[in-house]
Structures are given as structure tokens and as C-alpha cells.
């Protein structure tokens, strides 16, 4: 299988970075890649974070539509992973799956995002030398694609977990499906969490000072990031991990502002992963745990795992 990513820029610096021969028209492309015989391109859409989210979602779905459509009938990609805002402005990509003129197959590519979001926030507790019992979690964003997996799965292993989100009855939805000591609010309340997980569509930071009791630990999975630079700056006893990255392997660099080298975002692999096994089928919507739980086995298997945490791309210092 021929896999593509279809994301977009982070913001207006981003395209200051990329050849202007990957430009054509309103769609960014790389050259061919070729990882370890798996073929694939990564695509973007020519407008940024901030651009998606002012601009009517029936625009952006067009751009999303002619996009997939060129990835398939130009490119013969067989399946595309949607990044990003092109998540959420597709309804976890269910709607992209119902539009008859694109034929492929599509992934949000969450599944292993959410799984090494999981395996990123135990990796910490051990590090620091904390016992996630004895510890208060916070989530923002619980109700998400990739924060409702991470709400099941870490819930139950923590002292208390607060569930964060915008809208209320999504919240009471996500009541029941989750196991453990938890409770579940629409203000941003992490003041007293010891550790914080960020999965959000928000265009801008969302945490600042205010928000983060000494030493707290966040991992910020959102893109762009809701912690901010500045505020690891501000704040040096605050420990940020960035959050769906995995390691990959340094032959095969991916053409992505902001990747460091050696790494590569999680919902990525996923897909490749997904092209490398010839898997015909859909990952949309709600993550299956038992799927999730098969990313993983494949990450093993591949190579493209969780081995070191980082902070905006640097090695973690304890």
C-alpha cells in the first residue's frame, strides 16, 4: 500500500521553511519517500492552525476533499492519515469517509498516539519516581478522539482524575465509559494536578502559569502546543514532555517543521505501519482499545516506539 499524510501548517513561520517546489497551488508535497520499500508522500494544506479554525468548516472540508482526492487519483495512494485539524473538522474522518469520489482508505492515526500517550505518562511517573496512585491527573480535552482513549486507560491508575472539556454534555457521555475515581468539568481546573495531559484542537497555548501547581508534569500532546515555550521559560520547575512522538529510525527523515531528528509524530507511524501490514480498513471516530493495543504490538515490531521522552524536541533531563 502507498500511504500520504494530510495535515497542515502550524503556522505562518512553517511555510518559510518548506522548497517552494513542494508549493502546488493550495496543497504543500513532498518528494517521493520510501520507508524501507513502503512508498508515500506527506501533504498539507496551505493554511495554518488559526486559519482552519476562523475559517467556515465547510471550506476547510473542500480543501480536506480535493486534497484526499489528488493524494488518490494523482499520487495512487491507497490510504491517507488525516493530522491534526483535519481530524476534527472531518469528524474524526468520518466524514471524508462518505464522500463516494474518494474511494481509499483513511486513519486518524490516534489509536498509537493515544497509546504512546499512555506509555509517555508512566514512563514519567517511574522517571521522577512517582506513584500515579498516590498522584491527581488532569486531562484537557477528555472527550476527544485521543483523550477519551487516554481517559479510559489512565483513569483507573491514578488517586483522582479530573476530566476537562468545553462542552457539558459530551462530558456526561464520557461519564459511561469510564472506569475509576474521577470527576468531570467544563473550566480549566489543573491547578492542583500533579501531572496534566493536553489533547486538544485549540489553536493557540491554553495552560498558562496560573494554571500549574509547582512541579507539575505535562504532557502536551495537542498540535499546536497548549503549553507554550515562553512558559516552560517562565516556569523551570514544570516538567513539559511532548506528546506523540516516537522514535524513528534517522535513514528515512520525514520532511515535517518541527520534527526533531530521529523522531517522528506517532499518528504517523501509524499509518505507515498500517501501509506496511496492507491493512484495507478505516480507523475513524472512537478508538478501539483492542486496536490500539495492536499499534503498539506493531511499533514493536517496526521499530517506531516510545524509547526516550523529550521536551520541544530535546532529551528530557531529570
Same mark, same amino acid.
Given at each position: ?58 471550506? +476547510? ?6 486534497? &484526499? #482526492?489528488?493524494?488518490?487519483?494523482? =499520487?495512487?495512494? %491507497?490510504? *491517507? ?115 496534566? +495531559? ?6 493557540? &497555548? #491554553?495552560?498558562?502559569?496560573?494554571? =500549574?501547581?509547582? %512541579?507539575? *508534569? ?99 533531563n531529570k
Open positions: 500500500m502507498r500511504f500520504a499524510t494530510l495535515s497542515h501548517l502550524m503556522n505562518e513561520k512553517n511555510l518559510e521553511q518548506i522548497p517552494k517546489a513542494w508549493i502546488k497551488n493550495q496543497l504543500i508535497i513532498s518528494p517521493p519517500l520510501n520507508i524501507n520499500g513502503t512508498k508515500g508522500y506527506v501533504i498539507a494544506l496551505k493554511l495554518t492552525a488559526q486559519q482552519i479554525m476562523n475559517l467556515p468548516s465547510e471550506d +476547510i472540508r473542500q480543501r480536506i476533499f480535493e486534497g &484526499a #482526492l489528488y493524494a488518490q487519483n494523482e =499520487l495512487d495512494i %491507497d490510504i *491517507i492519515q488525516l493530522g491534526a485539524l483535519t481530524t476534527s473538522v472531518t469528524s474524526g474522518g468520518i466524514w471524508l469517509s462518505e464522500q463516494e469520489d474518494y474511494t481509499g482508505f483513511l486513519t486518524h492515526g490516534d489509536s498509537y498516539t493515544a497509546a504512546v500517550t499512555s506509555q509517555a505518562v508512566i514512563k514519567a511517573t517511574e522517571i521522577f519516581e512517582k506513584q500515579a496512585l498516590k498522584l491527581n491527573l488532569a486531562i484537557v480535552g477528555a472527550y476527544g478522539i485521543i483523550g477519551e482513549a487516554v481517559s479510559k486507560i489512565l483513569t483507573p491508575k491514578f488517586n483522582h482524575t479530573k476530566l476537562i472539556g468545553r462542552r457539558e454534555e459530551k462530558l456526561i457521555e464520557l461519564e459511561t465509559k469510564i472506569k475509576g475515581n474521577y470527576t468531570t468539568t467544563t473550566d480549566l481546573e489543573t491547578k492542583k494536578a500533579d501531572v496534566i +495531559i493536553t489533547a486538544t484542537s485549540h489553536p493557540k &497555548a #491554553l495552560l498558562q502559569s496560573k494554571h =500549574l501547581k509547582k %512541579d507539575a *508534569i505535562i504532557i502536551d500532546v495537542s498540535q499546536p502546543p497548549n503549553a507554550s515555550y515562553e512558559l516552560c521559560k517562565k516556569r523551570p520547575d514544570i516538567i513539559r514532555i511532548d506528546g506523540g512522538f516516537v522514535d524513528f529510525p534517522s535513514e528515512y527523515p520525514m520532511p515535517i517543521p518541527g520534527v526533531p531528528p530521529g523522531k517522528n509524530y506517532a499518528c504517523i507511524a501509524e499509518v505507515i505501519m498500517q501501509a506496511m501490514e496492507n491493512e484495507n480498513k478505516n480507523h475513524l471516530g472512537s478508538i478501539d482499545i483492542n486496536y490500539l493495543q495492536k499499534t503498539e504490538q506493531l511499533g514493536e515490531k517496526y521499530g517506531f516506539k516510545l524509547n526516550e521522552l523529550t521536551n520541544f524536541g530535546n532529551p528530557l
